[in-house]
């Protein structure tokens, strides 16, 4: 597949279940037609990742955890906070704090397709804050055409989400938040394969998470912090009336934080984070029936639950589908930032495994973040790589 175009919109006619409609970008004309699928590349290579509907939920929205290896669910808080671990929101030093995030996606590639990320929070008073963010994510303008190569109509598939949050202190070091999510994801654009109507797909879910801060005694001051949050349950997705729906990447991800300052003009973090989807593993079919593995058509709840035992090469993958963030830190005079971190998954669960870099400038109520990204794996390719990326904020 030459084309990274055809190759969404293959993989959202897919998820849609249908197999009548096929796609071209007006850029380069080309027309995807082997017959080697993405599921069929993957696993040829051995690779047996866990694929779910709307992934860009998942996806670092900023620049500052861009370029920290994408860790932020104990990471200092900040407007981007709603992605990471809303309950950091009550911890926030500022009264308002408004930021966006614009992001080219295959940029080497076409020029067209991007994601754009806007949030921000207000404090109600010491103790609670709300925050709301809008995620879109557009492919751009795609021929689509039928199978005799007759064009149907020029179109501009996209997502987005909008997202609102609540973060309250229970105690002076712990808070609690919970967010609600609409998420859109029209990809299909309406169209009518073998007599199938495919529409928008449309869904709600939720996060809850929770952050814990505290100072550390010691000669010069320090702290740590500690987060947790449950991102994305809700209702699965569908694209058409074929009884085809697929589940929203609902994730767990914990994590910890260890800062230390200098003396009055230097400070340091160090950070880590560990993700699991809340999503079952596909299970292992032999005549249409299952010989390793369990069921994946169950409900959201059941199948956060099962997702902790249902692998079919048993603990082992388990492990597998954890994946790894690292990063840090560093503030001088709490005016200049320089970040680095690393993102590690298992080569059979993707292989994302990138070295990421940046920096942050801020000035009075300015502050200006930029990120870079470079692939590690070799037989991986990032849609962000070799890209730099841009955040810019206004703190009140």
Request: net charge negative.
């Given at each position: 597949?030459?084309?990274?175009?055809?190759?969404?919109a293959?993989?959202a006619?897919?998820?849609?279940?249908?197999s009548?409609?096929k796609?071209?970008t007006?850029?380069?004309g080309?027309?995807?037609?082997?017959?080697?699928?993405?599921?069929?590349?993957?696993?040829?290579?051995?690779?047996?990742?866990?694929?779910?509907?709307?992934?860009?939920?998942?996806?670092?929205?900023?620049?500052?955890a861009?370029?920290?290896?994408?860790?932020?669910?104990?990471?200092?808080?900040?407007?981007?906070?709603?992605?990471?671990?809303a309950?950091?929101?009550?911890?926030?030093?500022?009264?308002?704090?408004?930021?966006?995030?614009y992001?080219?996606w295959?940029h080497?590639?076409?020029?067209?397709?991007?994601?754009?990320?806007?949030a921000?929070?207000?404090?109600?008073?010491?103790?609670?804050?709300?925050?709301?963010?809008?995620?879109?994510?557009?492919?751009?303008?795609?021929?689509?055409?039928?199978?005799?190569?007759?064009?149907?109509?020029?179109?501009?598939?996209?997502?987005?989400?909008?997202?609102?949050?609540?973060?309250m202190k229970?105690?002076?070091?712990?808070?609690a938040?919970?967010?609600?999510?609409?998420?859109?994801?029209d990809?299909?654009?309406g169209?009518?394969?073998?007599?199938?109507?495919?529409?928008?797909?449309?869904?709600?879910?939720?996060?809850?998470?929770?952050y814990?801060?505290?100072?550390?005694?010691?000669?010069?001051?320090?702290?740590?912090?500690?987060?947790?949050?449950?991102?994305?349950?809700?209702?699965?997705?569908?694209?058409?009336?074929?009884?085809?729906?697929?589940?929203?990447?609902?994730n767990?991800?914990?994590?910890?934080r260890?800062?230390?300052?200098?003396?009055?003009?230097?400070?340091i973090?160090?950070?880590?984070?560990?993700?699991?989807?809340?999503?079952?593993?596909?299970?292992?079919?032999?005549?249409?029936?299952?010989?390793?593995?369990?069921?994946?058509?169950?409900?959201?709840?059941?199948?956060?639950?099962?997702?902790?035992?249902?692998?079919?090469?048993?603990?082992?993958?388990?492990?597998?589908?954890?994946?790894?963030?690292?990063?840090?830190?560093?503030?001088?005079?709490?005016?200049?930032?320089v970040?680095?971190?690393?993102?590690?998954?298992?080569?059979?669960?993707g292989?994302?495994?990138?070295?990421?870099?940046g920096?942050g400038?801020?000035?009075?109520?300015?502050?200006?973040?930029?990120?870079?990204?470079?692939t590690?794996?070799?037989?991986?390719?990032?849609p962000?790589?070799?890209?730099?990326?841009?955040?810019?904020?206004?703190?009140?």
């Amino acid at each position: 597949m030459n084309n990274p175009k055809t190759i969404i919109a293959l993989m959202a006619l897919t998820i849609a279940g249908l197999s009548g409609l096929k796609a071209q970008t007006s850029k380069s004309g080309l027309v995807d037609d082997d017959n080697n699928t993405l599921l069929g590349q993957l696993k040829e290579e051995g690779s047996r990742p866990i694929l779910t509907g709307v992934p860009i939920l998942l996806i670092a929205p900023d620049s500052r955890a861009g370029a920290m290896g994408d860790v932020g669910v104990a990471s200092k808080p900040d407007a981007n906070s709603i992605h990471w671990n809303a309950a950091k929101l009550a911890f926030t030093e500022n009264t308002t704090d408004i930021t966006f995030t614009y992001s080219p996606w295959l940029h080497n590639l076409v020029p067209d397709i991007s994601l754009a990320y806007l949030a921000g929070y207000y404090k109600i008073n010491e103790r609670s804050s709300i925050g709301a963010s809008l995620t879109y994510f557009s492919i751009g303008d795609m021929n689509f055409v039928n199978e005799q190569n007759v064009l149907i109509g020029v179109y501009s598939p996209n997502e987005f989400a909008v997202d609102l949050a609540y973060a309250m202190k229970l105690t002076d070091n712990l808070s609690a938040s919970v967010t609600g999510r609409y998420i859109r994801s029209d990809l299909t654009l309406g169209q009518t394969v073998d007599n199938t109507q495919t529409f928008a797909g449309q869904a709600g879910a939720a996060d809850v998470g929770l952050y814990y801060e505290n100072e550390i005694k010691s000669q010069k001051p320090s702290s740590y912090a500690l987060g947790l949050q449950i991102s994305n349950l809700g209702s699965k997705i569908s694209y058409s009336n074929n009884n085809t729906k697929e589940f929203l990447p609902a994730n767990l991800r914990i994590g910890g934080r260890y800062t230390m300052n200098f003396d009055q003009f230097n400070e340091i973090s160090f950070m880590l984070d560990f993700n699991k989807l809340l999503v079952p593993t596909p299970a292992l079919y032999e005549d249409d029936t299952i010989y390793a593995g369990m069921d994946g058509n169950v409900g959201t709840l059941q199948g956060a639950i099962q997702s902790f035992y249902d692998a079919p090469n048993g603990f082992k993958e388990e492990l597998q589908e954890i994946s790894i963030s690292a990063g840090m830190e560093y503030w001088y005079r709490k005016m200049f930032a320089v970040r680095a971190g690393y993102f590690y998954e298992n080569a059979h669960k993707g292989n994302r495994q990138y070295l990421t870099f940046g920096a942050g400038l801020k000035y009075n109520v300015l502050k200006l973040d930029i990120s870079y990204l470079i692939t590690t794996a070799q037989i991986s390719y990032n849609p962000l790589k070799n890209t730099l990326r841009v955040s810019l904020s206004f703190e009140i």
